[in-house]
């Protein structure tokens, strides 16, 4: 704030005598004057679909959440009690029963994702709205987002060998029914090649949510025991951003943008507040979705586990500062209970 604007505003306080304590006595008068609201239609529920299996199984590493076989009731059941809960939103995330190179299982029409998408849409129609996440790391031999190359600086992530097996992702997902694709590769060019690709073969309806700033992060460690998606050697910092760097997130949104990007977003969440906060102040016409990641989540889910905070109160509040920082969208593995506190009106427990 300007230290002008300061003075003036000092002095009305002294001239009404204001007390900030005024609009806090009853539940009623903060919610009258609550800044920050919460929504289900603007959360989105990650869903993971896996080969090989007949019934949910838990998820390793993500406490009280499921993985689904692509073609199940159970599946069905999730997102009807979802949309009943006016949570309308789903990122679907497939596990290939094997893995090679190329990681071929995210572009096969019998893939997971494609497989789960067209069960959707026989039973469920286009009500739900379908994002699927675009990346080999979970399909591949060596667990790299992109295709590994000799060079003379060693084994490097190659960029544009990595963008054709993109194209042909989002083709497929698209053809299976896919309302937006989320390219979360972190490989430069991605966002153009994909909407190329996209309306090349017929598919100008078909939206990008891109993962512009995506950090290489600690906190997706939950994640990658689920989706058998850590890298088999090095790590993911030569695509990935450096958690030093906020600015830099300006860069990358403005080039997804401009290549096509529908929806743009900040990963993880919560340890990126400042970068969702400058991001929309730059481009506030451009919806921008935050990623709470499984490590954010599992960090409150296991405090909770030992008694050390409450569960319900302490997501609650980390859903409102998300929202709060300037996020559109929030990504959430708690979307659910979320919306369920919602609906009880228990949202504000803290
Ligand atoms: C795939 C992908 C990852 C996440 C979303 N898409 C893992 C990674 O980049 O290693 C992480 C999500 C989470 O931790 O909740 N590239």
């Not at 230290?3 to 903060?30: D, G, T, Y």
């Not at 379908?130 to 031999?141: A, E, P």
């Not at 972190?186 to 100008?204: H, T, Y």
């Not at 939206?207 to 939950?222: D, E, Q, V």
Request: proline share 5%; hydrophobic share 40%.
């Amino acid at each position: 704030m300007r230290i002008m604007e300061a003075n003036i505003i000092s002095s009305l306080f002294k001239a009404f005598s204001i007390r900030p304590r005024r609009l806090r006595f009853s539940k009623e008068v903060r919610d009258l004057v609550a800044e920050t609201e919460l929504t289900p239609q603007h959360f989105i529920l990650p869903i993971f679909v896996k080969e090989g299996i007949s019934r949910p199984t838990e998820a390793e590493g993500l406490l009280d959440y499921y993985v689904y076989p692509p073609t199940s009731e159970d599946l069905i059941k999730l997102i009807n009690e979802a949309l009943d809960l006016g949570v309308r939103s789903f990122l679907i995330f497939g596990i290939p029963k094997e893995k090679d190179e190329l990681g071929s299982r995210a572009f096969a029409k019998d893939g997971p994702v494609q497989q789960a998408l067209r069960y959707i849409r026989k039973e469920l129609g286009w009500s739900p709205l379908i994002f699927t996440d675009l990346c080999i790391c979970g399909y591949t031999s060596h667990g790299h987002c992109g295709l590994p190359k000799e060079t003379r600086r060693g084994t490097v992530i190659d960029n544009d060998s990595t963008l054709e097996i993109y194209s042909k992702i989002a083709i497929s997902q698209a053809e299976a029914g896919a309302d937006f694709i989320a390219p979360s590769g972190m490989m430069d060019g991605q966002v153009k090649v994909i909407r190329e690709a996209l309306d090349k073969e017929g598919f100008s309806d078909v939206g990008i949510m891109a993962y512009s700033a995506k950090y290489a992060s600690a906190f997706y460690g939950p994640f990658r025991l689920v989706a058998e998606s850590a890298p088999r050697f090095g790590d993911r910092r030569s695509y990935q951003m450096d958690p030093r760097n906020a600015k830099e997130a300006i860069k990358e949104v403005i080039l997804d943008v401009e290549e096509g990007a529908d929806i743009v977003m900040v990963k993880p969440a919560l340890l990126y507040l400042d970068v969702i906060r400058l991001v929309k102040e730059t481009l506030p016409f451009i919806p921008l979705a935050a990623y709470n990641v499984s490590g954010e989540y599992s960090m409150i889910k296991a405090a909770a586990k030992e008694g050390l905070l409450d569960e319900a109160s302490a997501f609650m509040e980390a859903l409102y500062s998300i929202k709060r920082a300037g996020a559109d969208i929030i990504i959430t593995y708690y979307a659910l209970n979320a919306a369920r506190l919602l609906k009880e009106g228990r949202e504000n427990l803290f």
